[in-house]
């Protein structure tokens, strides 16, 4: 397995690389933990024998909208090589923050219509610099596929929405949440709860799961669906707040009133600093 640290070193890797290999690229920031390793090891059955896989591990400041968060964000270089390493990883890219960005750089890519809502609502500027690093990743690595986790739908679609508007030359492959036996989506924020916090944080997947049984009895207004979750999950006696809670069209991630169509429940709830999302697609 090779790791770049620089642009020049990257491109000496790529340029190893026999033309009919198939690049696939899995963009992380690290701290890696099985919702990881899943697109890693989906990355290496979608190549079969003839593919190379590059992960980035790249903790990018532009898509962190709070000074405390990207300062707290766990960094784990040494423990994620070996697991690179021991998925079968090809090319570990792992730059500095000086290496992706130029002091004066000035050009930001900006989604306008599903960044609109949900995460993009409370994290300004967020899916600006998610866009952004996506981009550049695509471009430095000219990878022919690239894959993500379902864990953050709403970087998913409007990433694939990048790639359909500016019409990069790329497949997007969206792969299911990793959870622990709880139901817990596994985050790297995750490490950041308290033991109570963290065994009572079940209850996101639980409030969800709630909406389902719901919706499989026949019940399909939103505003009902949403209430059987949130009562759940409000039910938390540790300040668990609910950032917010929505029944959305799965593509245009537009809030439905009856669920008709294919659609996605998406939460985000806090404690204290800690954010968790979550998100489960009905029916
Ligand atoms: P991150 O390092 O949090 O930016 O995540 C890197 C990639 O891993 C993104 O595509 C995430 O959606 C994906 N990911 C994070 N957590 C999970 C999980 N629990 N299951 C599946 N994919 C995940």
Redesign the pocket.
């Known amino acids: 397995m090779n790791v770049a640290k620089t642009i020049t070193s990257l491109e000496k890797s790529l340029s190893e690389i026999t033309p009919d290999y198939t690049k696939i690229l ?11 390793l ?2 890693i090891d989906e990355a290496k059955r979608t190549s079969g024998g003839k593919g190379f896989v590059i992960l980035s591990l790249f903790v990018n400041p532009t898509q962190f909208n709070q000074a405390d968060d990207l300062k707290h964000y766990p960094r784990s270089l040494e423990m994620d090589l070996k697991l690179c390493k021991e998925h079968g990883v090809d090319l570990v890219f792992a730059p500095e923050s000086d290496i992706i960005y130029q002091a004066d750089h000035s050009v930001t890519v900006s989604e306008s219509e599903l960044s609109k809502r949900l995460c993009g609502a409370t994290r300004p500027g967020h899916f600006d610099g998610v866009c952004t690093i996506v981009l550049k990743l695509f471009n430095l690595t000219r990878a022919d596929i690239a ?6 739908y709403q ?2 679609a409007i990433i694939r929405r990048m790639t359909r508007d500016l019409n990069i030359p790329i497949q997007i492959r969206g ?5 622990e036996t709880s139901g817990l ?4 924020r995750n490490k950041r709860l308290s033991e109570q916090q963290h065994s009572d944080a079940q209850r996101i997947r639980r409030g969800m799961l709630a909406a389902q049984t719901t919706y499989l009895q026949g019940t399909t207004s939103a505003d009902k669906l949403i209430s059987v979750t949130q009562n759940i999950i409000e039910s938390s006696e540790l300040g668990l707040k609910i950032d917010y809670l929505e029944l959305l069209d799965r593509e245009s991630l537009q809030p439905i009133k009856s669920l008709s169509s294919p659609a996605v429940m998406a939460v985000a709830v806090s404690y204290g600093a800690v954010r968790l999302i979550d998100n489960i697609e009905l029916p």
């Open positions: 899995v963009p992380t920031m690290g701290s890696l933990h099985a919702g990881h899943a697109l894959i993500f986790g379902k864990k953050d970087q998913l792969v299911e949440t990793i959870r989506a596994l985050s790297s």
